[in-house]
């Protein structure tokens, strides 16, 4: 009874469109930025750009943030990158960008506040911002930088009631559903 | 006659509404084609797609025809998301293309405004009912969104309730008789969601 997202390995728009007649309400797209942009605009005319999420790996530098591509283990390297591919999914119709720090994945060091005003400014369709969280105010903190929605892993995992206490968290923000 | 037929709108997250139905004791069926129409008390017309595709589809595959039929002899139909606004003329969406026109309203998209960003996504209340809402929609009561058009009513008395985006008025809800537009989607919205699909199922009550 809440949305699912379903992604791995899509390579055409027949599969985006039989995942989402199995139960899913959105895709997700990683790959499609590298080797398939024109797969992003096909999902999001037929499938409603609101279905439509673009993640994307993203690795902390000296200087900033480079785009990671985990297939070939590689990385686009420039400071214009990231805000140019955001830009550039975004005009092909994507509803929501899931920006991945795999420089915080697991560390619960919190996440980075510049990384999601950077894609905030970016773009204006919603963000997910995720790797990182080790606490109930790193939530607090990526939603005062401007993500419209925080994802977690490691930390649902390994505290106890997390889930409710974050929720009690973060009430007075952002309307989120009952515990 | 059975209970409830879900249109197989493709793109369409029509296992997630028989599966929420499921939770309230309801068997729905997912109709692949208007051959069995006629054996539903209920229709559902799901969402998720694009108004362009999906109003062809409904052209081409006679589900049209059988949601008019349906609405005129007075019988429930239900539209979620994308499934509400093709009840209406026209969309933004998808210029040139026309809906079944059974809600004399226009879909437009949804404007950017005060930090919110278009597609409209999550959990947001009510923030007006109108006199007759019915359904267990209360202002204040959360469902969860997903949209970046929204349908403009002219027709103020069909409003049964409202929601808000970037300080707009959003039409979450309309009747048309029995005909039910929603823009949220109740099939992911919790326990409020549920108790919307029961009413639905008790005709409003």
Request: hydrophobic share 40%; with cysteine; proline share 4%.
């Amino acid at each position: 009874l809440f949305p699912v997202a379903a992604g791995g390995g899509l390579t055409s728009l027949a599969e985006a469109k039989e995942l989402i007649s199995l139960g899913a309400d959105k895709i997700v797209l990683n790959q499609a930025v590298f080797n398939n942009l024109g797969l992003i605009r096909q999902c999001a005319d037929e499938l409603g750009s609101q279905a439509v999420i673009v993640s994307i790996d993203v690795v902390e530098t000296p200087t900033g943030f480079d785009v990671y591509d985990y297939s070939s283990a590689s990385v686009r390297s420039g400071v214009t990158v990231l805000p140019e591919l955001l830009a550039n999914v975004e005009r092909l119709g994507c509803g929501e960008i899931l920006v991945n720090n795999v420089s915080r994945d697991g560390k619960r060091i919190g996440q980075n506040s510049s990384l999601i005003e950077l894609v905030a400014k970016s773009v204006s369709v919603p963000i997910i911002s995720c790797g990182g969280i080790g606490s109930r105010a790193d939530f607090v903190t990526a939603f005062q930088a401007g993500a419209t929605a925080v994802a977690a892993s490691n930390f649902f995992h390994s505290h106890e009631l997390s889930y409710p206490k974050v929720k009690k968290a973060l009430r007075s923000r952002i309307n989120v559903r009952g515990l | 006659l059975k209970k409830v037929g879900i249109i197989a709108l493709p793109g369409s997250n029509s296992i997630g509404i028989q599966s929420a139905f499921s939770r309230i004791g309801v068997k729905a069926t997912i109709l692949q084609s208007t051959q069995d129409g006629e054996m539903f008390e209920k229709l559902v017309l799901p969402g998720v797609g694009s108004f362009g595709p999906a109003s062809d589809f409904l052209q081409n595959s006679g589900f049209s025809e059988l949601i008019i039929n349906k609405h005129q002899r007075q019988l429930p139909v239900l539209g979620i998301c994308l499934g509400f606004q093709l009840f209406c003329t026209t969309s933004e969406e998808a210029h040139g293309k026309h809906g079944l026109g059974i809600i004399p309203a226009a879909v437009e998209r949804l404007q950017e405004s005060s930090g919110r960003r278009v597609p409209n996504m999550g959990w947001r209340p009510l923030t007006s009912v109108g006199a007759r809402p019915g359904y267990s929609l209360a202002e204040g009561a959360s469902f969860y969104f997903s949209h970046s058009f929204k349908v403009i009513s002219k027709s103020a008395p069909s409003v049964m309730a409202h929601s808000e985006f970037g300080g707009k008025g959003v039409v979450a809800a309309m009747g048309l008789g029995n005909l039910i537009g929603v823009q949220f989607h109740p099939e992911k919205s919790h326990d409020a969601g549920l108790e919307f699909l029961k009413a639905f199922m008790s005709g409003g009550k």
